[in-house]
């Protein structure tokens, strides 16, 4: 009888073993599973953070050339002696809204699904949130608020100014510089003249804000760089 009660609990003993030695095996392969899907969003994340510094450094560029040209239609006093390209650019620079909203799908499906959230380095994970839900969204209404100034100017140019019809550049819009109301609205429209500047001062302010985001994209990018060797 002890002997049996003695195999009987071995063997119970060898079933417990097999079950936890089970379930440790699946934990361990859960745990590579995830630790494989996190470093394959990072590598699609880092794709995704190169190409949103691409986009920053092309707009910015824009808001530079812009902010000259805002500076040759304010401070000019008289319009006619400028050649018609120089005053086709001032305007599409001045007028125009400029940027693009940050690459953000591979965050989202990270999100989504809860993997970032099952990234054990908190400084990475943190850092990730603080991007995308932060400085991008940041950046992002900077945008949405430029866009909603530039609908509202839109209809001040279709009712006061005049555009060239025989226009071909196939680019963008360009006024008629032979027809002198144009000249006219330029000196003397105060809500065209309004717009002119607080367009040059969102232009100002979003120029420090693309500017951030680059420095934070940059340095989770040598985050993730350090982390993907």
Known sequence: MRNLLARGGIEFLAVLLGITGSLYIDKLTNENDIRDEIKDSFNSLYAELQENIEN????????????????????????????????????????????????????????SSGLIYKIDDIRIRDQILELYQKTYSRH???????????????????????????????????????????????????RYKNHLLSNKENKKMYSIVNREAKEKTEELLLILSIYLK
């Open 140 to 190: 992002d209404w900077m945008l949405d608020f430029d866009q909603t100034r530039y609908l509202k100017a839109y209809d001040v140019i279709m009712d006061e100014f005049v555009f060239d019809e025989n226009d071909t550049s196939n680019i963008y819009w360009n006024l008629d510089w032979e027809n002198k109301r144009n000249f006219e609205q330029l000196k003397t429209n105060f």
């Open 56 to 111: 920053l450094d092309m707009w910015y560029s824009h808001i530079e050339i812009s902010l000259d040209q805002f500076k040759l239609i304010l401070d000019n006093k008289n319009y006619s002696l400028l050649s018609h390209e120089k005053l086709d650019k001032a305007f599409f620079y001045t007028f125009s809204t400029f940027g693009e909203k940050m690459r953000n799908s591979v965050f989202n499906a990270m999100e």
